[in-house]
């Protein structure tokens, strides 16, 4: 009798671990894509989290779809497609047979940023020529300024 509780308790423990799914990240011009593996069981509930952890997708098991974050382009049980890039995503399916899978998905944002568009001013590419051009714009007339008080003094 105690050996059956036993086997029945590890089946139980068994069902409740969540088993951990490869996430393939790719980024192109229209945004990007967060990728699990494809799965066979039916009627699962999923999700997809930010790095904080609150829900930007939810999938119900008839394909209800809620999208909780505005940068969500399309989601789905197996896909995620954002608007702009987030280094961080989580996914988690729950399935009637029990199974449980979960993802991690990393993904390094600054490494494949657009080119910038032609005619962006330097100061909102680099912000450091932005700096340098309103100290100098200062001094310029920190310069002028006291050029004319001099002058007026004499």
């Known amino acids: 009798m105690m050996r059956w509780r036993i086997l029945s308790l590890l089946f139980v423990v068994q069902l ?14 229209e945004g990007t894509h967060y990728r699990v593996p494809e799965f066979s069981d039916a009627h699962c509930d999923v999700q997809w989290l930010n790095a904080t952890e609150h829900v930007v997708a939810n999938l119900g098991s008839h394909g209800a779809e809620q999208v909780a974050w505005p940068q969500v382009a399309r989601a789905g049980n197996r896909t995620l497609d954002t608007y702009k890039c987030s280094p961080l995503m989580y996914y988690s399916r729950t399935c009637p047979s029990g199974a449980k899978q979960q993802a991690t998905c990393t993904f390094n944002c600054s490494k494949n940023l657009p080119a910038p568009e032609e005619g962006v001013l330097l100061a909102a590419t680099c912000p450091l020529a932005g700096v340098l051009v309103l100290v100098l714009v200062l001094v310029l007339v920190l310069v002028c300024y006291k050029r004319r008080a001099s002058l007026n003094r004499h």
């Not at 671990?17 to 011009?29: E, F, H, M, Y």
């Open 16 to 29: 409740s671990r969540a088993t951990v799914l490869p996430c393939n990240v790719t980024q192109d011009a």
